[in-house]
């Protein structure tokens, strides 16, 4: 049996939201948080977020060809959301990177039974279409807002600076 998490019954109903869209959010929102003075390497976010530097590569390609963030290259160059960060949604940065939602079976096509939809079909796939408009209206600008996030990006600024250079 799952664990309780706000409330609800953790691993009740298998959401398939990989690594690859929770990472891409962090590290967007990590880069919203630190990109008022100028390009963000992808190396400090890498360390700030404990996420690989080659898979942030991959992520922020993906990111870049959707129109999410701009890239300097160069001395001092890096990455820095491309657009005002309330018009950038959780649910955009996940499909940036080739992901999505889904709490059916079947990744919504109706193929969740051996003769087709299975009789919670349309239970699932409003589950998926609540958690959709949830994603739609949660901006990274609404995410910075939260006092938790400001603490939690506070502490890994401290230490980032308490880590000696490689």
């Known amino acids: 049996m799952g664990k309780f998490c706000h409330g609800f019954l953790q691993n009740a ?22 990109g008022d003075s100028g390009p963000v390497s992808l ?42 960060l309330h018009l950038v949604s959780v649910s955009e940065i996940i499909g940036a990177v080739n992901e999505s939602v889904d709490a059916t079976q079947c990744a919504g ?31 990274l600008q609404d995410m910075i807002d939260q006092q938790r996030v400001q603490s939690t990006s506070l502490r890994q600024d401290r230490i980032l600076v308490q880590r000696p250079s490689v």
């Open 43 to 84: 190396a400090d976010i890498s360390t700030r977020q404990e996420i690989s530097l080659s898979y942030l590569e991959q992520l922020f390609s993906k990111l870049r060809r959707k129109g999410l963030v701009n890239s300097t290259r160069g001395p001092g160059g890096g990455y820095r959301i491309a657009r005002d």
């Open 109 to 139: 096509k109706e193929n969740c039974h051996s003769h087709g939809r299975c009789l919670t079909h349309d239970l699932w796939e409003g589950l998926s279409a609540q958690i959709e408009d949830f994603l739609s209206s949660v901006s």
């Open 13 to 34: 109903v298998t959401m398939k939201l990989t690594t690859k869209g929770r990472y891409a959010v962090t590290a967007m929102l990590d880069l919203s948080l630190h």
